[in-house]
């Protein structure tokens, strides 16, 4: 059996040079990208309310209405379509649909679809403001672009 002892010095360097060079790469990351999806950016979904300003205060007209929202996961930009139906300013009835893009975002929007009721009916239009549901935090994120845009579109 051969040994060989590598110096201390080498040992060192090489473990520094490891810890710069993950450094690096963590600046390389792309947490501005999904950041930029997230509030609007160009994703290639269908929300043509790229608007990010928000109605502070609230009167809005009852009905029903429609956003769609977009978010990054590691894989890839996934969208929801979300229609809430609002009474004297309060959710009375929301639907989520999502069109997956990859196996393990069907299993979280999922999670995400069959619990947003419980969080979302009979709160106040202007209270809404989810971060997450059923263990899916990134779906959130899209819900809370399309409540956006749905808040736009009630303003009386």
């Known amino acids: 059996m051969i040994r060989t002892t590598v110096p201390t010095s080498v040992r060192k360097g090489s473990a520094l040079a490891g810890i710069a060079g993950l450094l690096v790469l963590a600046g390389c990351s792309g947490a501005a990208d999904a ?5 609007g950016g160009d994703t290639g979904a269908a929300n043509d309310d790229t ?15 429609t956003a769609d929202g977009a978010y990054q996961t590691p894989e890839t930009v996934e969208s929801i379509s979300v ?16 069109d997956p893009q990859a196996p393990e975002t069907e ?10 009721g419980d969080e979302v009916v009979g709160v106040a239009l202007d209270e809404l403001d989810v971060s997450r549901v059923a263990g899916s935090s990134l779906t959130s994120g899209g819900f809370n672009q ?10 009386a």
């Open 83 to 98: 229609t809430l139906t609002i009474a004297d300013g309060v959710v009375e009835a929301v639907e989520v649909t999502g």
């Open 51 to 65: 608007s990010t300003s928000e109605t502070t205060s609230g009167s809005y007209a009852d009905g029903t209405y």
């Open 107 to 116: 299993n979280y929007q999922g999670q995400f679809i069959d619990g947003i």
């Open 35 to 39: 950041q930029d999806d997230a509030t």
């Open 146 to 155: 399309a409540v956006e845009a749905i808040k736009e579109q009630a303003a």
